[in-house]
């Protein structure tokens, strides 16, 4: 029998994978599939029931399991994947390398013997080293794997900025790029309110403490949670499927697979791309100050040497 519904895949059930599950059920975007590893599968059946049982108080109507079997990846037309070791308060996300490269290298290889047609999103950290190890481990297209981070760093300066300006947190529009790390790169001469630049709204020194906060914006809730967060992360991963799924052509930032964009090749990166039906579409390059392209060139070279400790397990 043919398919008739669009089938998600949730790789890891824990926090973000439960709100990602809840998100995708409430939108009706398709059935989902939550998987962990074979211990906690039953945890992973329990979450999904109780979801499903939530469908029938709020309206939404989608089939929803558990399972640790990788065979249930079939016909999946978008993966995204949360498993691994979140952060603790006093870790850098690149202390995460050594114990998530493997669990990527597993997905990875699952994804591409069971969805080779799946859109692929890693949110699991160090995620511009994890997305790259999923790439390699699956055989998939580049511009059909991709890593939420750009859309999660953006939301945070958006809404730093929002508040420190007292206006609409939507009227404000910016996108932060780099590698998700302390380095990121918030794109002020990109940032507006309704249309102003920010800079005629505040100074660039006034700008400075946002910045400084949405790149230490992970570890602020780390260290207030004792866990990594996981609302807003699933949010934006979610807004990257229905991207793929509806079409939607957006324009978001993303680590996106780089082969000579912003002079940089077999790698990714924080960058502006249009998300799509065909995956990651197109890569804009932005005409950047020469602060930016400096501080983006910093970013990248923090990236490079995740792909160097990562290669070295």
């Not at 939301?155 to 790390?181: P, Y």
């Not at 790698?267 to 197109?282: D, L, S, T, Y």
Request: contains cysteine; aromatic residues 6%.
């Amino acid at each position: 029998m043919a398919k008739t519904r669009t089938k998600i895949a949730l790789i890891g059930a824990g926090n973000i994978g439960g709100e990602l599950a809840a998100l995708c059920a409430r939108e009706e975007l398709g059935d989902v599939t939550l998987f962990d590893i074979q211990e906690k599968e039953n945890f992973a059946k329990g979450k999904a029931l109780d979801l499903e049982q939530n469908g029938a108080i709020l309206g939404y109507d989608r089939n929803i399991k558990g399972s640790a079997n990788p065979e249930d990846l079939a016909d999946t037309d978008v993966c995204i994947i949360t498993a691994g070791f979140p952060r603790k308060p006093g870790q850098s996300r690149a202390d995460l390398i050594g114990l998530n490269h493997k669990i990527m290298k597993q997905w990875g290889e699952n994804i591409g013997k069971y969805a080779p047609n799946a859109f692929v999103i890693v949110i699991t950290n160090p995620v511009d080293a994890m997305v790259y190890a999923v790439w390699k481990a699956s055989g998939l297209p580049a511009n059909k794997v991709v890593g939420m981070a750009g859309v999660l760093d953006s939301a945070r300066f958006q809404l730093f900025v929002a508040r420190a300006l007292g206006v609409a947190t939507k009227d404000v529009r910016c996108m932060v790029l780099g590698g998700h790390g302390d380095d990121m790169v918030p794109i002020v001469s990109a940032t507006t309110v309704n249309g102003i630049p920010v800079t005629q709204l505040m100074s660039r020194e006034a700008l400075q403490p946002h910045i400084d906060r949405t790149r230490k914006g992970g570890g602020e809730i780390v260290n207030l949670m004792g866990t990594s967060a996981f609302y807003a992360p699933a949010t934006a991963a979610v807004s990257m499927a229905r991207a793929y799924l509806r079409d939607e052509k957006r324009l978001l930032a993303a680590a996106a697979y780089c082969n000579g964009e912003y002079g940089y090749k077999d790698m990714f990166c924080g960058v502006p791309c249009v998300i799509g039906a065909g995956g990651v579409e197109k890569i804009h390059v932005l005409n950047l100050t020469d602060e930016e392209k400096a501080m983006l060139e910093k970013s990248a070279k923090s990236v490079r040497d995740q792909y160097d400790e990562m290669n070295k397990q």
